[in-house]
């Protein structure tokens, strides 16, 4: 008889249940205690380690995300230290006009910078919000890093096909005289 059961002895006393019935009973509890747990892992258990994996998973997109953001920030740090370093001084009166932002844009440049600015030695990169005169290697560094930060560049895309086009219009345009004081 199971001592220390209370309940079962009064069941008993009251001739509800039979010694037998209650050996029995106590037995199976006895053989669930005692019995090995299932090698295989319980659903509980798959859950936790599905919501573990998942969470690795979204914690390795967030860093990989922070670490482009962290990357993106770094490149357009060095286009701006690049920019002050190798700014060209601008001197003169004459108003060299481009557009930016959907909006006409004015600097002040000398006759000379005019000419390497329309003939690609020269480009314009904005740092901030003023405008600044590159030369085209520091450009090209620039353009790696922060493809945006350049403004106006009459040097690039000189390819073969854009130079055959190029040359049939020169050729049609030639029939047009444009006075040699005209400045945009």
Not at 50 to 71: F, I
Not at 85 to 101: I, L, M, N, Q
Not at 136 to 165: C, F, T, W, Y
């Amino acid at each position: 008889m199971a001592k220390g059961n209370p309940l079962q002895e009064q069941l008993l006393k009251a001739g509800l249940v039979k010694k037998s019935k209650l050996a029995e009973v106590a037995r199976e509890q006895n053989k669930a205690r005692h019995a090995k747990v299932p090698s295989g892992p319980s659903e509980i258990q798959r859950e936790a380690e599905r919501a573990r994996a998942e969470k690795a998973e979204r914690d390795r997109v967030l860093e990989a995300e922070r670490k482009a953001l962290a990357r993106t920030a770094e490149l357009r740090a060095q286009a701006r230290q690049i920019i002050q370093d190798r700014k060209v001084p601008r001197s003169g009166e004459g108003e060299y006009r481009f557009t930016a932002d959907g909006a006409i844009r004015t600097v002040l440049v000398s006759e000379d910078l005019r000419k390497k600015l329309s003939s690609g030695a020269l480009v314009i990169a904005r740092l901030d919000d003023r405008y600044e005169l590159l030369p085209r290697v520091a450009a090209d560094k620039v353009r790696e890093r922060d493809p945006g930060m350049i403004v106006l560049d009459h040097g690039q895309g000189a390819g073969n096909e854009a130079a055959s086009a190029t040359s049939e219009d020169d050729a049609y345009y030639a029939q047009f005289k444009v006075p040699d004081d005209l400045v945009w």
